[in-house]
Structures are given as structure tokens and as C-alpha cells.
């Protein structure tokens, strides 16, 4: 019983790894994006208010959405990383 469910999560292993890399692929790629773009409106927003042209309640709220855009990287390694436990989980059980 227990070789035929090592049998079946051999395909599932597998799977999981493709998703794995899958998903660092895009992640590594789409860092990029969002700390350039996070940096951006945070320079935008600093010198906003360092020459008056907002007041403190927009440069928060700004402030705010550039660093939800700065953690989207974050959350997705999260995920990876989980994805990655669940892929060493099967190689264990089928290696034992």
C-alpha cells in the first residue's frame, strides 16, 4: 500500500517542483519591477512634502501604497516558500 502511494506522489513531486520554479522565475523578475516602482513614488511622495505640495494625511496614505507595492514580492516568496516545504514533505515520504 505504501509504495503504491510513493508511486503517486512521485508525478505529484514533480509537479510541485515545476510550480516551484515556476514561481521563483516570476517572483526574481517581478522584484524588480516593484522596488523600482515602490522607490519611485517614495521619492515622489518625500519631496512632495518636503516642498509643500501635499500635506501629511496623502504623503501617509501614499507612503502606504508604496510599501503594499514593496511587500507583493514579499508575500509571493511566502507562498514559494511554502510550496517548497510541501515539495520537501513528498521527497521525505518518498524516500522513506
Known amino acids: 500500500m505504501k509504495l503504491l502511494l510513493k508511486i503517486v506522489a512521485l508525478p505529484l ?14 517572483i526574481s523578475f517581478s522584484a524588480i519591477f516593484f522596488y523600482i516602482l515602490a522607490g519611485i513614488i517614495f521619492t515622489v511622495v518625500v519631496l512632495s512634502f518636503c516642498f509643500g505640495l501635499q500635506d501629511g ?5 501614499m507612503l502606504l ?32
Request: proline share 2%; with cysteine; hydrophobic share 55%.
Open 13 to 26: 513531486m514533480m509537479g510541485v517542483t515545476l510550480i516551484q520554479w515556476v514561481g521563483l522565475f516570476i
Open 57 to 61: 494625511a496623502d504623503c501617509l496614505k
Open 65 to 96: 501604497v508604496s510599501f503594499a507595492i514593496y511587500i507583493v514580492p514579499h508575500i509571493g516568496e511566502w507562498i514559494v516558500t511554502r510550496v517548497a516545504v510541501i515539495n520537501y514533505g513528498l521527497r521525505d515520504f518518498i524516500n522513506s
